[in-house]
């Protein structure tokens, strides 16, 4: 089922549709509330928060884009606000040397214990906030500049920068545990963005 249809089902009453839509979208307002807010009970009452701004706005909702970035958007609001709210949330960005030196060191004798994915996922969540955001946003749920854009109301030029920061900071940490091939694989990926 499209998401019109969805939509139109739900605004008759179908509350089995807005089950199916909850079940739909459920994994991106958790991946997004999750980028933004660390304590797992936080992230599940955000979500559920979520899901109730979406049905009692679903009425509003034009069309002027993907309900995707319509609910991201609101999941992404919804965690600042509850970071605000709680003040967790700092606004400030660091200089790129201070990031560096808090990322997780990898000791290539560990390589063997370590699961390389849960290594990278752990760095991004290391970095902050506004960067662990837009490289979700980007690489993760794979929305585009102009939805990142509508998403979190930062302009295009500055979701591209934080972007671009991000990366560097994740591939210098990279570089001492990659093989040259892979790394240059990481930079053509980089370089094509």
């Known amino acids: 089922m499209d998401d019109h249809e969805l939509i139109r089902q739900i605004l008759n009453g179908n509350m089995n549709c807005f089950t199916f839509l909850v079940n739909r979208y459920r994994k991106l307002v958790v991946h997004i509330t999750g980028r933004l807010i660390q304590r797992r009970d936080e992230i599940e009452d955000v979500s559920q ?30 965690a600042c606000n509850h970071m605000r709210k709680y003040k967790k949330y700092d606004e400030t960005i660091p200089d790129d040397s201070s990031i560096l030196g808090s990322l997780k060191e990898f000791k290539t004798t560990e390589y063997e214990q370590i699961d390389f994915h849960r290594y990278i996922r752990d760095q991004i969540e290391l970095l902050p906030v506004q960067y662990r955001t837009v490289i979700t946003l980007f690489h993760l749920d794979e929305f585009s500049y102009n939805e990142i854009e509508q998403i979190t109301g930062m302009a295009e030029g500055t979701v591209k920068s934080y972007l671009f920061r991000a990366k560097v900071i994740l591939r210098e940490k990279l570089k001492f545990i990659v093989d040259e091939n892979s790394l240059k694989m990481v930079k053509e990926i980089s370089n094509e963005n």
Request: net charge positive; with cysteine.
């Open 49 to 78: 928060e979520v899901f109730l701004k979406v049905y009692q706005n679903l009425s509003k909702y034009r069309n002027d884009c993907k309900l995707s970035t319509w609910i991201a958007t609101i999941a992404y609001n919804s």
